[in-house]
């Protein structure tokens, strides 16, 4: 990628658009346990906030703050200095997160943290030689069958040349071999939503895993995100399949130690509330994406 601004694709738009949508998140949960879903999606069961999220959404605000700083500034030094005043930004949006910390001493360890993972990134790049085009960027698509693709893109760089780049930040470690595809499901879903949106067909997805170091690389061709395109739609009628039968099983893995809804899941001795009433109505979309939803750990099975 060059240093110097190139051709910007406008952000994809998001139209008015009242039928289904689908983000990456959702359709995460969806195949990583379809009762998650249900929880998120159709009981919109509150999630209280965890350190390791909010340490992600902090992380990912530092980074997008780093950027406003011209290029010479953006040092590890300065990324440390914007970790509390983002952290107080975060705070003063959702005063829950105050509740994190029993005392000082552990919010203080909890800071160290999310300046470590800063000092991380750094070693895998130099932001004094990037100018992003876009920093979360909104997009979203409409599939000929009405269903409708958004969500949010960490960064998006292009080349002088054109060539585009999606940039995820990952605050978890990245995952062994067996589970990649589905860490790079996230990032052939935003691929494919620029390239419905803008007609242009990503150069390069990469996830960059702060919590160990290391960066996931992947080229999409057209094929891929044909592919990735017929796989959402299939999981979007499952979802509908499941919304009309009742029937969200609980597929328990490692994502359950850090599932907020555990003590009501079956998987795990617990009873969920009953479904909300009309549960066979078209589904209207799921919840918004969140940046917090990228701050979760990855979860790979
Ligand atoms: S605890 Fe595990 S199995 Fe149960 S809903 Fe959460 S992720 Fe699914």
Redesign the pocket.
């Known amino acids: 990628m060059g240093t110097e601004p190139a051709e910007s694709p406008e952000p994809a738009g998001r139209q008015q658009h009242d039928g289904p949508s689908l983000s990456p998140s959702r359709a995460g949960d969806f195949l990583?346990?379809p009762?998650?879903y249900r929880?998120r999606v159709i009981d919109r069961l509150p999630e209280p906030p965890s350190p390791v999220a909010a340490r992600g959404t902090l992380v990912h605000a530092v980074l997008e703050r780093l950027f406003d700083r011209a290029a010479p500034d953006r040092t590890p030094q300065a990324a440390r200095e914007l970790v509390l005043p983002e952290w107080e930004r975060l705070q003063a949006a959702e005063p829950e997160l105050a509740s994190l910390f029993p005392d000082e001493q552990e919010r203080a360890a909890w800071l160290e943290q999310a300046g470590e993972m800063l000092d991380r990134y750094f070693t895998l790049e130099d932001p004094r030689r990037l100018e992003p085009a876009h920093r979360e960027m909104s997009v979203a698509a409409l599939l000929s069958s009405g269903l409708q693709l958004r969500g949010y893109i960490d960064r998006l760089d292009v080349a002088p040349g054109g060539d585009i780049r999606i940039v995820d930040y990952k605050t978890g470690t990245a995952p062994p071999a067996e589970f990649e595809a589905r860490a790079l499901f996230q990032m052939r879903f935003y691929a494919l939503v620029l390239w419905r949106a803008q007609g242009r067909v990503p150069r390069l997805l990469q996830l960059m895993y702060l919590g160990s170091g290391e960066i996931m690389r992947y080229q999409p061709d057209e094929a891929d995100l044909r592919a990735t395109e017929r796989k959402v739609e299939a999981l979007w009628q499952a979802i509908k399949r499941a919304r009309a039968s009742g029937d969200w099983r609980?597929?328990?893995?490692r994502?359950?130690d850090w599932?907020?809804?555990?003590p009501i899941?079956?998987?795990?001795g617990g009873t969920p509330p009953p479904l909300p009433a009309d549960p066979a109505a078209e589904p209207a979309g799921d919840r918004a994406e969140s940046a917090g939803d990228r701050a979760e750990p990855a979860v790979t099975g």
């Not at 599932?259 to 555990?262: I, L, N, P, S, T």
């Open positions: 990583t346990c009762l998650l929880f609980p597929r328990p893995g994502i359950c599932c907020a809804h555990k899941c079956p998987a795990h």
